[in-house]
């Protein structure tokens, strides 16, 4: 957590050290980021920034957090789909897509968060994964009892698969449709294919749905 000097500064001025940070985090893995570079870039002495956060590390972990509650608060003005847990998990899929590309470089400092060389990479990872894995259990579990999920799968692998998939779905968005998250922070989200996102989403819920193989009617 930042300390309280930091949220004593004016709102203009938090705000422009925390947008240097994310360019900062999001241009270098976390080892070879600088906070010299970001003090220098604010105006700012090197022993000033240490006024504001204990260390690189708690800055880091701050704007980690900023990318979560993002994301949370993008899902949480979204309306949600009906009760059919393939329809909720289109939903999150697409509205946790969205919210990466409506701000792609404090995305990127969460995917290095949890894929980069950190010092303290496991403790993110476990606490990161050990949370959204409880919450896909729970969504499995109720999916299971409302007949969305075939009680014949074991309970475990049904988690496995949708924890996977899900996990790496914004990975494939970037790769599939030759996206830089660079350019997108500069560019925006406008010039985005959005039927051909779509498309994707409809692709990874029929995956989870039905699987690979072919249906009976698609024969």
Known sequence: MPKQTFFNLPEEKR??????????????????????????RAGIAKGSLYQYFE??????????G?????????LQQTPQPGANFFDYMRWLATGGAWATLANPRLAQVGYRALYGDLPFHDEILER??????????????????????DPQIDPDVAVFVVHTLTSELANLIFDHQGLDRQRLGQEGIEAIDRRSFEEVFDQFVRVLQYGLGKRPHDQ
């Open 15 to 40: 705000r422009a050290l925390v947008e240097i940070a994310i360019e900062e985090f999001a241009d270098n893995d976390y080892r070879s980021a600088s906070v010299s570079r970001i003090a220098a």
């Open 66 to 74: 900023l990318a979560v509650q993002e994301k949370k608060a993008f």
């Open 55 to 64: 260390d690189k590390r708690h800055l880091f972990l701050y704007l980690v």
């Open 128 to 149: 990161d994964k050990g949370m959204s894995k409880a919450y896909v259990e729970q969504l499995v579990k109720e999916a299971i009892a409302k007949g969305d999920i």
